[in-house]
């Protein structure tokens, strides 16, 4: 008679001396080999070996995780490929939640949140299923549906405290604040012609950049009495950026590092080049900007310390990598989906290296990477309708 199995494996089948051997290892024994391991996927590995290798990962507190690459967030399909750079591997396929089918993923948040880009909209949970259900009112109102093309999280969206920011398709900016969803979503657009290009929260405040380099909005949320949100100020700053001539080809994004405000600009000097600068007070000609709040400058950033930066058209964040890390992602780096999808006919460079290809009903598609000039990776697709989209997976 045999009995189902309760130590190494957690699967149903016999218990073995040697799988007993492997679940009665001392706890400190498993605590010290469970520390050595740097990756996500190693110690995810680690935990399902069996329940005492588990409960001694548990011990532990959960450590951040490296973000990972949705490589379709079209939402055409109700699986997708998940590309994971730390180790250089595809994923076996993981299933959307089923509220993110047929709906375009447009931004994510640590612990594996993401954000789907139309009505109805809800955050949802990749990887728990976990969702926060979004009203679809606007203020003010319109009758043109709102449609956006990158949302960024002020905190965990299980919190109501959280605000959501987001990019419309007319370059407005939308916020939502999670815990009063009788508001709405508030649509605030900059002056004039001007365009919103991008956006980040930085110390808890929404910063945004415009089409013109040398204004920087910073936006300040009104509540009522009962904390709703229900309106959005606009508070224009000037930043000066030597030696600067706007391209049309320049691809400009803004994160937070380190508690400040940084804006990467690809093709500052030449076109594959990335350049970051962060804001600083500036003593400029306070005189003659008095329509402004403050002078500001950008000034050019070396190194990012223990941080790489992780850019795309969806999500763009400063994460720490871990000391020690033995893995194909590295301090001082920039990681970026580039902004739009190449042909079908394009030609994979010489030094591109392929990771994934793969022939459906959509066509033939193509994922490679490309070591850049200046400590920065490209990852690029083929035949596909959106660029790969940063996730962040839950820490463990």
């Known amino acids: 008679m045999t009995s189902k199995a309760t130590g190494c494996g957690g699967g149903a089948r016999a218990n073995t001396p040697a799988a007993e051997r ?82 375009c993923l447009v931004g994510s948040h640590e612990g594996g949140w993401i954000a789907s880009s139309q009505a109805p909209f809800k955050i949802i949970n990749f990887f728990t299923d976990t969702e926060v259900a979004l009203s679809a009112h606007t203020r003010p109102h319109t009758d043109d549906p709102l449609l956006l093309r990158k949302v960024v999280f002020s905190e965990q969206p299980t919190l109501s405290s959280c605000i959501l920011a987001g990019v419309t398709r007319m370059h407005m900016l939308a916020v939502y604040k999670v815990g009063c969803p009788e508001a709405g979503w508030t649509i605030r657009g900059p002056r004039g012609n001007d365009h ?71 093709g500052y000097r030449s076109y594959k080049d990335f350049t970051a600068f962060r804001l600083v007070h500036g003593n400029i000609g306070l005189q003659h900007y008095n329509y402004y709040n ?14 790489a930066l992780f850019l795309g058209p969806t999500c763009s964040k400063a994460v720490q990598v871990p000391a020690g890390a033995r893995c194909d992602i590295q301090k001082n780096h920039i990681y970026f989906s580039h902004h739009r999808c190449l042909r079908r006919n394009s030609e994979i ?46 820490g463990i």
């Open 294 to 307: 403050y002078p500001y400058k950008w000034v050019e950033v070396h190194n990012f310390g223990d941080y």
């Open 349 to 394: 460079p010489r030094d591109g290296k392929v990771f994934f290809t793969s022939l459906n009903d959509d066509g033939y598609r193509v994922y490679y990477k490309k070591e850049e000039r200046v400590l920065s990776k490209g990852y690029y697709a083929i035949g596909v309708v959106r660029p790969p989209m940063w996730i962040f997976p839950p």
């Open 22 to 103: 492997w679940s009665s290892l001392p706890g400190d024994l498993l605590s010290i080999s469970y520390l050595r391991l740097t990756t996500t996927i190693d110690r995810v590995r680690f935990a399902a070996v069996c329940t005492a290798w588990r409960a001694a990962a548990s011990r532990h507190l959960p450590r951040s995780a490296l973000p990972w690459l949705i490589l379709d967030p079209s939402g055409a399909h109700r699986t997708n490929r998940v590309y994971c750079p730390e180790e250089g591997v595809v994923l076996p396929r993981l299933s959307l939640p089923g509220e993110a089918v047929q709906r």
């Open 196 to 266: 919103l290009m991008d956006i980040a929260f930085c110390n808890g405040e929404l910063y945004g950049t415009t089409q013109n380099p040398k204004y920087l909005i910073k936006f300040e949320f009104v509540v009522n009495k009962h904390g709703a949100l229900v309106g959005v100020k606009i508070n224009y700053r000037f930043c000066m950026l030597e030696s600067y001539r706007e391209n049309p080809e320049h691809i400009r994004y803004i994160v937070e590092l380190r508690g400040e405000l940084v804006m990467v600009v690809r």
